[in-house]
């Protein structure tokens, strides 16, 4: 594998996040989405090296339905296609990994989520533990609630510290268009306590996409390339009572892997649905009050659960993009109270 | 544009799960009152046990007996339980790390209020009066303010008369589908006995049913063009397995054999799939001219039957095949 192959983002589109697209199918949603970020590489549908998604039957309630949303992006002639039943920050690192070995030298990485369809708290109990967890059907609020009570036990934050961060996040989203909550919203009763409304994410639809492309192909796609200097995956045991709850050991790591604490960062999307996981994220990933979070709002602003780490991702490479950036850091993270983290770091040219 | 369509969708599934040698002595204890965890080589024990050392992978089989008491390590004060879970008034979640056990286990925690439960908490497991060998044996921790002497965990050999090797965890999850534009007046113009497919602005091909999209171009299709309803059929197949509610308005099943068909409805540049009735299965053949059949009330086409016409010439639906 050639590893010193350059590989960056070269576009980035977002659908506007809403509480419900019941009238749209998920090819639907993703057409305009994939139409803009292949429109801003230049790019015709189905000309990609290779095509990489994100998405969960369990948030449609079928099988296979990523092949649905397949009819977006145009699979004839054949085409090399891949799909994983994770975030779309995960469906990047494959395809990130396919350009290394030379298969691939642009790839559409693409992701959505229509937590509309079905009750999302209970939706995310059937990724636990079937044995011992999934039986006691504890929800996705439920299993955060208890990392936020251990936080809060540590002396690590109060409910005060969180529904903070619930404001700054929210607020920020004011200049994100395409954010659902683009306000503070109050901070509400408790949900699973000692979780509020405001602590948790909003439940919505949504889809992403990016371009990726090496080398001078990305330099010709895009002005100012966001080159991806790092990025890592780690994963955690899946049992709550084996991990340290107030500690984020797989984040830490997966960012050293990645670089993200060779150089100061210039701004961090992180992807922390829960205002309670921004406490532990900051901490691990050393990130000051010096460095800009989550400028977009974050995922307490959006939440299409399979597209929401997807975004973190874009979010940092647009501000690269848009010269607002020089050096981010970018998070992404699946199942229960982060238990499996993806690190990217990514890096304009100097002008 | 019409209201979207949406109906309610009840995806539920009864998961046969096989369990391993750990877990089986594990569940086949809680069904006996006894909970066991499994020491580690470097000496933790871990409860709820596992097969591999979550730290180095190792294989663990040194099951231990801890107490059915414990400290709560954090918890969660749930004011609205949802389907499925352990208690239907409120109730905390804990995790609870039995005396005996170096890592915390996951439950519901019965207590008369938040101010009830701290981090640090003494409890005790409530058994579940009926028990079968699966987590729900434990019905849930309740709080036990009792001064106890702490035992170390002491070895079990794991054996129980009639253990359990398996469980059925049954899963459903309720959703609204919602099938979007494309479909939705696909289905109107179903209901109104005419078949609607979509046009694409790069190709030209129509699609049916459409998706909103052309599905070899990746372009949004917009520009609704009818066809049909009379059709070729392009292949077919000869079912002999007689599945529940296989096609008809009454939801009675369908006599097998039945003939299953991909059918090229006049106009269309894909061919969608029907029954085929109205002439013995074994008659059926490809270039058959096939017309939709609605029953009284139908929403959809029932199935497809000969039209009467000669057959088609190969050559107007080989492209379809």
Request: charged content about 20%; hydrophobic content about 40%; glycine content about 8%.
């Amino acid at each position: 594998m050639d590893t010193t192959r350059d590989v960056a983002i070269v576009a980035f589109a977002q659908s506007d996040h809403r509480r419900s697209t019941a009238e749209v199918s998920e090819a639907e949603m993703l057409l305009p989405v994939l139409r803009d970020a292949l429109d801003q590489a230049g790019l015709a549908p189905g000309e990609a090296d290779f095509t990489c998604s994100g998405s969960s039957d369990y948030l449609a309630g079928r099988p296979f339905s990523f092949t649905m949303a397949l009819d977006s992006v145009g699979a004839w002639p054949p085409i090399a296609e891949s799909h994983v039943e994770t975030d779309g920050a995960w469906a990047l690192h494959e395809a990130w990994v396919k350009i290394l070995t030379g298969d691939a030298d642009t790839a559409l990485v693409y992701a959505h989520g229509k937590s509309s369809a079905g009750e999302v708290r209970d939706v995310l109990s059937r990724q636990l533990d079937p044995y011992y967890a999934a039986p006691l059907w504890p929800d996705a609020v439920a299993l955060a609630a208890l990392q936020a009570q251990a936080l809060i036990d540590a002396g690590e934050t109060d409910e005060h510290a969180l529904a903070a961060i619930a404001d700054r996040n929210r607020t920020a989203a004011g200049g994100n268009p395409h954010a659902q909550l683009r306000a503070p919203v109050p901070a509400g009763d408790y949900v699973v306590r000692p979780l509020r409304t405001g602590d948790c994410p909003p439940v919505g639809d949504g889809a992403a996409a990016v371009v990726l492309a090496a080398g001078d192909t990305a330099r010709r796609m895009c002005r100012r390339p966001a080159w991806i200097r790092g990025i890592d995956h780690r994963v955690e045991p899946h049992a709550l009572g084996v991990r340290d709850l107030t500690d984020s050991p797989s984040t830490r790591l997966a960012a050293e892997h990645a670089g993200a604490f060779d150089a100061p960062l210039d701004l961090a999307e992180i992807h922390a649905p829960f205002t309670s996981q921004e406490v532990i994220l900051r901490k691990v990933l050393r990130l000051g009050d010096d460095v800009p979070v989550c400028p977009s709002g974050g995922a307490l602003a959006a939440n299409p659960v399979m597209a929401t780490g997807l975004i973190r991702l874009g979010e940092a490479a647009a501000r690269i993009h848009r010269g607002e950036a020089h050096r981010a850091l970018a998070h992404a993270t699946s199942g229960p109270c982060l238990q499996h983290n993806l690190v990217a770091v990514l890096e304009g040219d100097r002008p | 544009m019409p209201e979207p369509l949406s109906a309610p969708m009840v995806v539920a599934f009864p998961f046969t799960r096989s369990l391993g040698p750990v877990q089986s002595a594990f569940l086949t204890g809680l069904r006996e009152r006894t909970v066991l965890g499994v020491r580690t080589h470097d000496d933790r024990v871990l409860v709820p046990p596992v097969e591999y050392d979550p730290r180095t992978a190792e294989e663990i089989r040194d099951l231990v007996e801890v107490d059915p008491t414990g400290t709560v390590t954090t918890w969660a004060w749930n004011p609205a339980p949802r389907r499925g879970q352990p208690l239907t008034h409120p109730f905390a979640w804990a995790l609870v790390r039995l005396d005996g056990a170096d890592t915390a286990l996951l439950h519901a925690l019965d207590a008369p209020g938040p101010d009830a439960v701290r981090t640090g908490l003494r409890v005790r497991v409530r058994w579940a009066e009926r028990r079968e060998g699966a987590i729900t044996d434990i019905a849930c921790f309740e709080p036990y303010e009792h001064p106890t002497a702490v035992r170390p965990a002491r070895p079990h050999d794991g054996v129980f008369p009639d253990p359990v090797t398996g469980i059925i965890a049954p899963a459903r999850l309720d959703y609204t589908y919602s099938p979007g534009r494309a479909q939705t007046r696909h289905l109107r113009a179903l209901a109104a006995h005419r078949v609607l497919g979509e046009r694409c602005p790069s190709c030209h091909k129509v699609c049916v049913p459409p998706r909103g999209a052309c599905p070899t171009c990746g372009v949004a299709t917009t520009e609704p063009a009818e066809v049909g309803p009379r059709g070729t059929v392009t292949t077919f197949c000869v079912v002999n397995i007689k599945a529940k509610n296989t096609g008809h308005a009454e939801g009675t099943a369908v006599d097998v054999p039945y003939v299953y068909a991909h059918i090229a409805l006049d106009g269309a540049d894909l061919a969608l799939h029907g029954r085929i009735a109205g002439i013995p299965y074994d008659q059926v053949r490809m270039g058959l001219r096939v017309e939709p059949v609605w029953t009284d009330g139908g929403r959809y086409p029932d199935h497809y039957r000969p039209t009467g016409e000669p057959d088609a010439d190969y050559d107007t639906y080989k492209g379809l095949l």
